[in-house]
């Protein structure tokens, strides 16, 4: 159990908040992309063969990104990722049209979507093997709500003003609060982690 002095209960409510409004925009966007991509100016087959590139290229992206993640701080990886994603929501809520621009959403996106890995190591390496299961499932939670409503409003506003921009400017929004929750995140000191996670050979805590 953490201590009421440590500071690890407040970095668990950074990581499950950044988490969660990071998957809430790419919910509400990624749902309806095939329309949005063809409402900016190019047919529903380039938009399909949009999204397979975007899939494609978090491959790679997922590499270099855990390469990142290994030499730099973990939770900056994640808020420069993150801020790619808001980038990319951005552009698709600007009144830019063109192949031009869902190329650089496809960039952009691809760059955010590849950091679910660092993500959970994040979680994993932060606040110990005892609490992942438990924090992890804070996270999916916290984000159920909103990861259900969130394509559901984008729907709702194109039925009835014919327009994804708004929508989309609304997750922009939540998707940079998200990539700044991720700025101010802090690993826990290492004393609350030694309180969660015993050493090995030590005898388990009786029940």
């Known amino acids: 159990m953490y201590t009421s002095t440590s500071p690890a209960p407040a970095a668990d409510r950074d990581k499950t908040g950044g988490t969660a409004l990071r998957l809430i925009a ?67 809520a600007s009144p830019l049209h063109g192949i031009g621009l869902l190329l650089a959403y496809v960039f952009l996106f691809a760059i955010c979507d590849a950091s679910a890995p660092t993500n959970w190591a994040v979680v994993g390496e932060y606040f110990g093997r005892q609490t992942f299961s438990r924090l992890r499932g804070y996270i999916q939670f916290a984000n159920f709500p909103g990861v259900l409503f969130a394509p559901v409003f984008v729907g709702w506003w194109y039925d009835h003003y014919h327009s994804y921009a708004l929508p989309i400017w609304v997750y922009t929004g939540v998707s940079l609060v998200g990539a700044l929750t991720f700025a101010v995140l802090k690993r826990p000191p290492s004393d609350a982690l030694a309180q969660e996670t015993p050493i090995a050979g030590s005898p388990e805590p009786s029940v």
């Open 26 to 92: 790419k919910a509400g966007v990624t749902v309806h992309i095939i329309p949005i991509m063809a409402s900016k100016g190019v047919s529903e087959r380039t938009a399909a063969f949009m999204f397979g590139l975007q899939l494609f290229l978090t491959v790679p992206l997922y590499l270099a990104l855990g390469w990142a993640a290994d030499h730099f701080p973990k939770p900056s990886v994640l808020m420069w990722a993150s801020l790619a994603g808001t980038a990319s929501f951005a552009l698709l």
